[in-house]
Each structure stands twice: as structure tokens, then as C-alpha cells.
């Protein structure tokens, strides 16, 4: 489906798939004004991963795929399934209580957290670099956080889940890196989908007997756009992304997400933009690409001293 692509073309998809995602989060975030944050999230995880598990048995559109051993099979049960399912379920609450834009920003950070877990702090340039990223990104966290503290509202709660959000996607990007090490990124995303969605199950049920389910065209129409582009489309796109450009080089798009789903928000849903938004958005890039740039490939080691 996607062969050798010039680095133009790879920019164009990138930033269509941060336009996709910007409008799945916006999607989400009408959908959980109606429908239980559960039940959005379960059904979605499970469609988009039974979806992506055909086309790896199927097609060669992602890559090959392998048939799973018994062991396999029960560690994905534990090993980022579970920690996707809880992302999924906090990030839904979040979007249920504060602004999509905010949500997507807090997740932008998550990258620094990953960092972090990687080493502990040491007298060194990488681990100065590192906690210090990690310093900038914080304060435009509490650049965000901070208004809702003092406004009195439950808006706070969105505020601190969208942080526990950030942290469940950095830590479900740990498990996968080590599963990795076994199965292709479409095979994760495929198998830890759909178990993640079997994990909220008992969740949406739960929700679904004490609040009942909103039956609207409008409704379903949302959750299949973010099924089928977001959890689908988007992913095959970024996939071939990571084929051709270092990882490093494709996830700085996801800096451009707040602003995709800011944009979608603020056309479809009329959700304001608050004032601290593009100061802690500012403060949260700047972390996320000190953190991740390699600064002595790039000046050298005349000007960054080896480790």
C-alpha cells in the first residue's frame, strides 16, 4: 500500500495525521458529553484493533504478520494492554471535565516523562539536559494548571487527569518498546487494541446500567470517524512514517497536535481558547525538543562534552 515515498510527501502525511488526530480528540471530546467515557473508549479500542488485525492477516499494507505464541498471548493480557486501557479510560474523564486543547497538550509532554524513567539523575550533560527538559515542560504544565486551581470549578480535575493521562501514555510506550522487541509496531497496536478494549468492558456495562446510552445518527457518525480515522487511517500513515524517518524526526509532529485539536475545537465544538494555552504550549515544545535532540551529533563535541 505505501512503497518508497519522497521526504515531502512523508511531511504531508505526518501532518495530515496530526489533522486527523486533532479532529479524533475533538470527536471524543463531544462524544463523552453524551456518551459514557467507558463505553467511548471500549468500543472504539476494540473495533480499531479487531480492524487493524485484518488487515495484518489479510494485506501487507502494515508489514507481515506472525501467528502469537501461547506466552505472548498472555503477557499482552498485562504487558501495555492494561495500561492502555487505563489511559484511555483517564484520558476520557479528562475531556469530560476540562477542554479538548488542554487535554492534547498535557499528552504532548509525555515524551519528557519517558526520558525521565529511562535513567535516574547522574552528573552528566544527557542527564542535565534531560531533567532539565523535563523542568521546562513541568512549568508549562503548571502554567495550565494553575488557573483552574484558583477559579473554584471542577475544571481542576480535568487538569489532573489530563497530567495521570500524559503518564499512562509514556508508561504504555515503555511496555511497547519492550515488546518490541518480539512483534512489529502495527502487531502491538493491533492486539494491545482490542484487549484493551475487552479490559473496559465490564466498565461501559457498568455505565451503560446506571446511566443508560444516547442513540443519535450524529453520535455514531463521530465514534466511526475516530474509529476509522483515527484509530485506522492515522495509524497506518504514521507507520509509514516510521518506516523511512528516524523516530525522533516523526514523533516532533506530535508538537503540532494541541494545535490541531485546538483548531478542531474551536471550529466544531466553539471551545474557547484560554489565555495560557500558548504560553504553556510554547514552554511544553521547547521541553519536549531539548529532551529529545541529540546536541552532540549536532554541535559537536567541542560544545557538548562526551559522556
Not at 486543547?101 to 529511562?118: D, I, M, R
Not at 465514534?223 to 516532533?252: E, K, M, P
Amino acid at each position: 500500500m505505501f512503497g518508497k515515498k519522497s521526504n515531502g510527501g512523508i511531511a504531508v502525511t505526518l501532518l495530515l495525521t496530526v489533522f486527523i488526530w486533532g479532529g479524533s480528540n475533538a470527536g471524543t471530546k463531544y462524544l463523552v458529553g453524551y456518551w459514557p467515557p467507558g463505553l467511548v473508549g471500549s468500543t472504539r479500542l476494540l473495533c480499531a484493533g479487531l480492524i487493524l488485525l485484518g488487515i495484518l492477516r489479510w494485506t501487507r499494507w502494515l508489514g507481515s504478520s506472525m501467528p502469537l505464541s501461547a506466552a505472548i498471548r498472555r503477557e499482552l493480557w498485562w504487558r501495555g494492554t492494561l495500561s492502555l486501557a487505563i489511559y484511555i479510560a483517564v484520558f476520557n474523564w479528562a475531556l469530560h471535565y476540562t477542554t479538548a486543547a488542554h487535554v492534547a497538550l498535557y499528552l504532548g509532554t509525555s515524551p519528557v516523562w519517558t526520558l525521565l524513567w529511562e535513567e535516574r539523575p547522574s552528573m552528566t550533560w544527557r542527564s542535565l539536559q534531560r531533567y532539565g527538559a523535563a523542568g521546562i515542560a513541568a512549568s508549562g504544565v503548571m502554567v495550565l494548571f494553575w488557573p483552574s486551581l484558583k477559579l473554584g470549578t471542577t475544571s481542576w480535575v480535568g487538569e489532573l487527569l489530563g497530567v495521570t493521562a500524559s503518564l499512562m501514555w509514556a508508561h504504555y510506550g515503555r511496555q511497547c518498546r519492550k515488546l518490541g522487541e518480539r512483534l512489529s509496531g502495527a502487531e502491538i497496536s493491533a492486539h494491545t487494541m482490542w484487549r484493551a478494549g475487552v479490559w473496559l468492558l465490564p466498565v461501559a456495562i457498568f455505565e451503560i446500567a446506571r446511566q443508560g446510552v444516547v442513540l443519535r445518527a450524529d453520535l455514531f457518525l463521530v465514534q466511526g470517524y475516530c474509529i476509522a480515522a483515527g484509530g485506522v487511517i492515522a495509524y497506518a500513515l504514521w507507520n509509514n512514517a516510521l518506516r523511512h524517518w528516524q523516530t525522533s524526526q516523526v514523533f516532533l509532529f506530535n508538537n503540532l497536535i494541541p494545535i490541531s485539536t485546538m483548531m478542531w475545537a474551536r471550529t466544531c465544538l466553539k471551545e474557547p481558547v484560554t489565555q495560557t494555552f500558548w504560553l504553556a504550549m510554547i514552554l511544553v515544545v521547547i521541553g519536549v525538543v531539548l529532551g529529545q535532540t541529540q546536541w552532540q551529533k549536532l554541535l559537536g563535541p567541542r560544545w557538548v562534552p562526551a559522556e
